[in-house]
């Protein structure tokens, strides 16, 4: 084999894409990522290599030309893996075991079955000089399949024979080994040995051929073996739907179990959804797709699919994809799990499948070479524009305002390319979000859809300089400020260190929590802070749990360095205060509890984490029967029915409506929208005791109110929450279109502060 040039070939190829892959700390350490591009790298050179070898050694038996050319697969998926493994001493590797085993599965076993396809190739061409680009056509046009039936099925992760596992969706971090693909590497391994006794068996050195009548005279047991082991290869492809090796239309339908036809959308949620709430769904998906087509002035005949689940979990056992919700534009399809009505990102997922009739190429999206080669800046920002997205009470221009008073906010020319896919995510999408609204807003929507058409924005420059300017009229206050600091602490899954081992351990924390362990949590937290410092949740909880176990003294040391780490974002010092005050209450010392939870009203938090404290400090303000019914209701894991009878205990102790408000607030979450307006009407007439608190009960009510239909009060509570902050305003926006769909059956949306009309040429 060493004296082939092919193999030195491969020997090249494998050292360069290791030392190309050592620059990233996401690639340059043994993982799935790397894995996956070595197994699509490696597996045509090595399938030509084998092939020369085959045409060069045809008087050995079959079994040795097949070992001797899977031990020259292995030696060449060897080099970079060591190579990594040597770059791990300067980039962290978290799990070097789970890495390794990603390396196993993925180009090891693709490398030795490029090695034996390239085997099989040669011995069919009878020697052809070809032979080895023949056999390196086979990998690719595997790889090939891979990416089809990414395109043409619900999939996001694809498993490929040759190339391993691509994960999904980049920024759905939590990628752990799944059973099925052990399975389908299962499979695999059986297909390599199965095509090794095959062709072992009808290989004849004499003749250099491969001789299957004589074979099956000679050696029908060995080629009834063989034959046996590709059947249940070829049984196990087409039970790919049971495996969960693959995933088909008909399958994921049936498994979710119910599907709802509106008129602009087909709903696939689960089976046990109530039809009220069935009904709501696909009132909300319609709404959507016909505010976004009439802002874009675009027409289909086709309905968007949309599909709901369960919860993360199933969808990634399903299409491969987790928390990551997602868009295939070119099939008009969206997929989500459930998450309270109406969907907060149901509009931006609706909005990819609506512009794939203003995008082109195979995509349907904005992109270069015809529109083969995504722009994912144009893609993500024109949706988190149509959409109108919030992120933490923040709209997308004063996150971009925020980035800029920072320095940090990324030139158009990077947000709007595929340098986006490099930046963390929220820096990412709402700034490029606030630059297509801005492209909008001062060219028209016609030049917004020329510049998805092809892919790139014309005078790109002059919009960047135009954009900051404009952002510099951009209100944010030191509190929407404040808020940010955490999301924007957070660095590019490209940068991240360890990545998907910090994701697996976030999972495990919320099972410590939940199941109350300290212990536990203690320790999970320390691993956490052991590979990111800056982890806000992990500082919080550590707290917590610290106190509650009695190491209070560890407990205010964890929290008086976070205090006097300046540069800590504030938010991570008021979860951390919020969970010492907590515990602090569960252990008795009362006095300081409240006293913490009026420290934490003064630091920068989102509205929902800010109520919650000023309950918490009611309850301690009031008589211990109060006391015990707030710390049972927020302190300790509660119920929704545990909670409504704590909310109607507390109707009977207080004059005030928090009692009212909070059972209402269970009850709207539980979609029982009859039953929570009239505690929402008690609470509004006895007055609520903040002002955050009666803000909050005003959008309640628009909420319940557009549920029952009754639009004009509904109307009239969104008219007056929108002037709250600009994530109000976009709020109660959208919530006032959704009324006019309601009653006419079209929506009408605008752009505020337009300054060209929305039909404007560029």
């Known amino acids: 084999m060493t004296k082939l040039s092919t193999f030195w070939l491969s020997v090249v190829v494998a050292i360069a894409t290791a030392g190309i892959l050592a620059f990233n700390p996401l690639l340059g350490v043994h993982g799935p990522e790397s894995a996956l591009v070595l197994g699509i790298v490696l597996s045509p050179f090595v399938a030509a290599a084998a092939a020369a070898y085959q045409r060069r050694h045809g008087k050995l038996r079959g079994v040795d030309v097949m070992a001797r050319t899977i031990g020259a697969g292995l030696v060449i998926w060897a080099i970079p893996v060591v190579i990594l493994a040597a770059n791990a001493l300067r980039v962290r590797q978290c799990a070097p075991g789970e890495g390794f085993a990603f390396m196993v599965l993925g180009p090891a076993l693709g490398c030795s079955l490029a090695a034996v396809a390239g085997v099989w190739v040669a011995g069919l061409l009878q020697g ?143 089976r046990e959804v109530p039809p009220e709430e069935a009904a709501r769904l696909v009132e909300d998906c319609d709404f959507q797709v016909a505010r976004t087509r009439s802002l874009l002035g675009l027409e289909s005949p086709d309905r968007v699919h949309a599909y709901f689940f369960r919860n993360a979990n199933e969808k990634k056992q399903l299409i491969g994809v987790g928390r990551t919700l997602i868009a295939k534009p070119w099939r008009n399809e969206v997929y989500l799990q459930a998450s309270g009505w109406p969907h907060r990102v149901l509009g931006h997922e609706v909005a990819h499948a609506v512009l794939r009739d203003a995008g082109r190429g195979p995509f349907g999206v904005a992109g270069s070479f015809g529109g083969v080669v995504p722009n994912p800046g144009i893609v993500e920002g024109a949706a988190v524009a149509l959409a109108g997205d919030v992120r933490d009470d923040l709209t997308p221009d004063q996150w971009a305002r925020i980035l800029l008073d920072r320095d940090e906010l990324p030139k158009a020319s990077d947000l709007l390319s595929l340098r986006f896919s490099t930046l963390p995510a929220t820096r990412a999408y709402m700034s490029a979000g606030s630059a297509m609204r801005f492209l909008i807003e001062t060219r028209g ?110 407990a205010r040391a964890e929290l008086d360095a976070l205090r006097a780490a300046m540069n800590a974002p504030k938010p991570i010092v008021a979860a951390a205060l919020e969970q010492y005050a907590d515990a602090s209450w569960t252990v008795g010392e009362l006095e300081r509890a409240g006293a913490l939870y009026g420290e934490l009203l003064e630091i920068p938090r989102t509205d929902g984490a800010a109520r919650q404290s000023e309950v918490k400090q009611l309850g301690l303000e ?47 979450f539980q979609g029982r929208f009859a039953l929570a307006l009239p505690l929402i009407e008690e609470a509004e007439t006895r007055g609520l005791p903040t002002a955050r608190l009666a803000r909050e009960l005003n959008r309640m009510k628009g909420i319940a109110t557009f549920a029952l239909g009754r639009y004009d009060d509904s109307r009239a509570a969104w008219e007056a929450h929108a002037e709250e902050n600009a994530a109000s305003a976009i709020d109660s926006e959208r919530w006032l279109e959704r009324i006019e769909y309601a009653e006419t059956g079209a929506v009408t949306p605008t752009w505020p502060n337009a300054t060209l009309d929305r039909r404007a040429g560029p």
């Not at 039970?239 to 399958?251: F, K, M, N, P, R």
């Not at 710390?631 to 507390?650: F, G, K, R, T």
């Open 128 to 270: 052809s000089r070809w032979s080895p680009a023949a056999a390196a056509l086979v990998p690719l046009m595997a790889h090939g399949l891979g990416v089809w039936a990414f395109y043409s099925t619900p999939t996001v992760h694809v498993f490929g024979v040759f190339g391993g596992y691509f994960p999904g969706a980049i920024y759905d971090d939590l990628v752990v080994i799944p059973e099925r693909y052990l399975t389908y590497r299962a499979v695999t391994l059986v297909l390599i040995l199965g095509l090794v006794v095959l062709f072992d068996a009808a290989w004849d050195r004499a003749s250099e051929l491969l001789n299957f009548r004589r074979a099956l005279q000679l050696r029908f047991g060995t080629i009834l073996l063989g034959g046996g082991m590709l059947g249940g290869v070829f049984a196990a492809y087409a039970a790919a739907d049971v495996l969960g090796h693959a995933i088909s239309t008909e399958h994921l339908v049936e498994a979710l179990g119910k599907q709802e036809h509106g008129k602009y959308c087909v709903v696939t949620m689960p």
């Open 622 to 668: 009031g008589s211990p029967e109060e006391q015990a019914l707030v710390y049972e209701m927020l302190i300790e894991p509660s119920s929704a029915p545990v909670a409504v009878h704590v909310a109607q205990a507390l109707t009977d102790l207080r004059e005030d409506g928090l009692g009212p408000y909070l059972e209402a607030r269970q009850l709207l």
């Open 445 to 554: 929507i016609d030049s917004f859809l020329q510049a998805y058409r092809e892919g790139e924005v014309v005078e790109l420059d002059e919009l960047d300089a135009a954009w900051r300017e404009h952002l510099g009229t951009v209100s944010v206050t030191d509190n929407e400020r404040g808020v940010a600091e955490v999301a924007l602490a957070r660095p590019s899954i490209f940068t991240a260190v360890c990545p998907h081992r910090l994701a697996k351990l976030r999972a495990d924390l919320g099972g410590d929590i939940a199941s109350r362990d300290d212990e536990r949590t203690i320790e999970t937290c320390r691993s956490i802070l052991e590979i990111d410092e800056n982890e806000a949740h992990a500082h919080a909880t550590l707290v917590g749990a610290l106190a509650r176990t009695g190491e209070d003294a560890d």
